[in-house]
C-alpha cells in the first residue's frame, strides 16, 4: 500500500504571494492532518480534515486554510506569505480520526518565503 | 492545554549500547495515547511506538520499549542494541481526542560507530 504523499516536495515563494500544498492520503484512509515545523517553533498542529469537513482547527491565523476532496486528498493554503511561514509543512493521515489510531506521516513541503 | 516536555535537546550513544529518551507531559485525562516518532535526516517522520494510557503493561517494539509511569506522567523510550540507523530526530507526541498530536521539542539522537 502505497503511503502519504505530498506534492511539491520543495517551494520558493516571495513574500506576499499564496501557496497551496497538497497531501493524498494512504488508500482508505479518510482523515488528514496538517502540521508545522520550523526550528523555533518545533512542530504545531494546524487542521484537520474528514469527510471534507474541517474538523479540528490549531491556533494559526486566517492566511491558513485547507480543504479536502471526497477522494480524501487534502489541500493547504497559505495567502499573502510571510518570511515567518517559512517551515516544512507535513501532513499526516489516518483511518477515521479517532485518537486510538496512529497517523503516518508524508515526506513533507519544504516551504521557503524570500 | 497539553504539554510535552523533552528535556535532552541532545544525546549520544555508542553503538551497540542502551540509550534512554526522556519525556513529560501534562493532561487532566485519564484516557490519551502517547507516541515516540522518528524523524532521520530524510525528514520522514516515522512511528517507533504508541501506549495507550489505560494499557498497564510497557509498549515493546524490537529494540525499542519504553517506561509509562502513569502517575508521574512520564513515558520515556529505551533504545536496545543501538545502530547507526537510529541517528535522528525523536519525538514524543501525546494524544488525547480528536486527531490533534502534541508533540515535544525533540531529541537529537547520535550514534556513534
Known amino acids: 500500500k502505497a503511503g502519504v504523499t505530498q506534492t511539491p516536495r520543495y517551494l520558493i515563494k516571495t513574500r506576499g504571494q499564496q501557496v497551496t500544498l497538497s497531501c493524498s492520503p494512504i488508500?482508505?484512509?479518510?482523515?488528514v492532518s496538517w502540521y508545522q515545523q520550523t526550528p523555533g517553533q518545533g512542530l504545531q498542529f494546524l487542521f484537520e480534515y474528514f469527510s471534507e469537513t474541517q474538523r479540528n482547527k490549531g491556533n494559526f491565523p486566517g492566511r491558513f486554510s485547507g480543504r479536502q476532496f471526497s477522494n480524501s486528498r487534502s489541500e493547504m493554503n497559505v495567502s499573502t506569505l510571510e518570511l515567518g511561514d517559512s517551515a516544512l509543512y507535513l501532513c499526516?493521515?489516518?483511518?477515521?480520526?479517532?485518537?486510538?489510531?496512529?497517523?503516518?506521516f508524508g515526506p513533507g513541503t519544504r516551504l521557503l518565503v524570500l | 492545554a497539553q504539554t510535552v516536555t523533552q528535556s535532552q535537546p541532545e544525546m549520544s550513544v555508542q553503538e551497540a549500547e542502551t540509550v534512554t529518551l526522556s519525556c513529560t507531559y501534562d493532561?487532566?485525562?485519564?484516557?490519551?495515547?502517547l507516541f515516540w516518532y522518528k524523524q532521520p535526516p530524510s525528514r520522514q517522520m516515522i512511528l517507533v511506538i504508541r501506549q495507550e494510557a489505560y494499557k498497564q503493561q510497557n509498549a515493546t517494539e524490537n529494540r525499542f520499549s519504553v517506561n509509562f509511569q502513569k502517575a508521574a506522567k512520564s513515558f520515556s523510550l529505551k533504545i536496545s542494541d543501538s545502530q547507526l540507523g537510529d541517528t535522528a530526530m525523536y519525538f514524543c507526541a501525546f494524544m488525547e481526542y480528536g486527531n490533534k498530536l502534541v508533540f515535544g521539542a525533540g531529541t537529537i539522537l547520535r550514534v556513534k560507530s
Open positions: 488508500s482508505g484512509h479518510r482523515s
Open positions: 493532561t487532566s485525562e485519564n484516557n490519551y495515547y
Open positions: 499526516a493521515s489516518s483511518l477515521a480520526g479517532v485518537a486510538a489510531e496512529t497517523q503516518y
